[in-house]
């Protein structure tokens, strides 16, 4: 079983749109979430931490829902510039050092 | 941003050649990281070091041979390549377990073996 699952996509979504992607994570022990974005042969850049209550950022807002163990992170207004993959990372009590990377998700913002 | 620096950004290399990839951290931090990402794949922890002692070797094959001399510097050295071996290597640091801060990347040396 994967530490952290996500929904590959693609999604595609039209300009100005809202989109939202769900993060679920296996771990009860868990201890920080981060959402990061990674543009195509580049490196993953932090984009949001997830903090317990719930963040905003502009368009971006991230929500954890420990009993159900997921993340999300929705972005409204979807620019071009969104188009990236996103992954879901989550840290351990019990595991020292380790991030937890899921897969990505795959964001097409079409004009 | 320069928090995290890798060199080289590209490398080409024979299945018979030894080189050896950089990484410098700026940011104080305690632990650091190697990550592999293959094309259209996610990442693959490989070896992490806290305050300079090798904490994870993730099952990588003893071509790749990790040094951390101090905690500011990371060297990934490697030998007898093979083709499958390329892909995208990443730098990370983290300021070490107990923080809640997330990983700081490298841009990566993006490595092609012939």
């Known amino acids: 079983r994967k530490e952290v699952e996500q929904d590959p996509g693609p999604f595609n979504v039209p300009e100005g749109a809202t989109v939202a992607f769900n993060c679920t994570y296996s771990?009860?022990?868990?201890?920080?979430f981060f959402w990061y974005r990674q543009d195509c042969r580049k490196e993953p850049k932090l984009l949001m931490s997830?903090?317990?209550s719930g963040n905003e950022d502009g368009r971006f807002t991230a929500q954890l829902n420990r009993a159900s163990q997921y993340i999300s992170l929705l972005i409204r207004d979807s620019k071009l510039s969104d188009s990236a993959t996103y992954l879901c990372v989550v840290t351990y009590r019990n595991t020292g050092n380790q991030f937890y990377f899921g897969t990505g998700t795959s964001l097409t913002v079409i004009p | 941003e320069t928090g995290v620096t890798q060199t080289p950004r590209h490398l080409v290399m024979g299945m018979t050649n030894k080189k050896s990839l950089k990484c410098e951290q700026h940011?104080?931090?305690?632990?650091m990281y190697w990550y592999k990402q293959s094309a259209k794949k996610p990442l693959e922890l490989m070896f992490v070091?806290?305050?300079?002692?090798?904490?994870e070797n993730n099952s990588v094959p003893s071509r790749f041979s990790p040094e951390c001399p101090n905690s500011s510097h990371l060297f990934l050295h490697l030998h007898t390549l093979q083709p499958e071996d390329s892909a995208l290597y990443l730098c990370a640091s983290s300021p070490g377990p107990g923080y809640n801060s997330p990983l700081h990347f490298g841009n990566g040396t993006r490595l092609t073996v012939t």
């Open positions: 070091y806290s305050l300079e002692e090798r904490v």
């Open positions: 940011l104080g931090h305690n632990a």
């Open positions: 771990n009860s022990a868990s201890q920080s």
């Open positions: 997830v903090y317990s």
